[in-house]
């Protein structure tokens, strides 16, 4: 079934609340006029207005959903950049059990996972989780990582 949406006006929809703005401007300066001209036109109708047009705005343009995907984007840099940290030690584990010689730190999935965070690609950081746990459980019977492993539990 299709919904038709009947629309008033012939603009955008982010550009409707500025345009009301305007006229309720207009009203407002031009008040007595209007009131002359119909008394429909009175402070009623002005603040009846004005209302209508802020919760058009909020509709269009929500602040409380801004704010939270500010704050989901401030907490998920932050956990981007809490895993430089355990990535350095990573780095330095595999080459304290000297898996160099057996896997490079880009097959291990380091680099990777090292780009993606500089490029705040989620995505990718995921991939690159899951490559790096999936070589840590196969790798983890080497008795250096073993040893130097549980400091990274934060990866897992």
Not at 69 to 98: C, E, V, W
Not at 102 to 126: N, P
Request: glycine share 6%.
């Amino acid at each position: 079934m299709d919904i038709i949406h009947l629309r008033d006006y012939s603009c955008k929809d982010e550009e409707l609340a500025p345009i009301c703005n305007y006229a309720a401007l207009g009203l407002n300066r031009d008040l007595a006029d209007f009131s002359t001209f119909s008394p429909n036109f009175n402070n009623d109708y002005l603040t009846g207005f004005k209302t209508r047009i802020l919760n058009a705005s909020d509709l269009v343009e929500p602040q409380s959903e801004t704010q939270e995907l500010k704050i989901i984007t401030l907490r998920f840099h932050s956990t981007l950049d809490g895993l430089i940290d355990l990535l350095n030690r990573l780095t330095g584990y595999i080459n304290l059990a000297q898996l160099e010689q057996t896997i490079s730190l880009a097959d291990f999935g380091i680099k990777y996972l090292r780009k993606s965070i500089a490029s705040v690609d989620a995505e990718g950081v995921i991939q690159a989780l899951h490559t790096i746990n999936g070589n840590i459980s196969k790798y983890k019977h080497r008795e250096c990582l073993m040893i130097w492993l549980p400091g990274l539990r934060m990866l897992q």
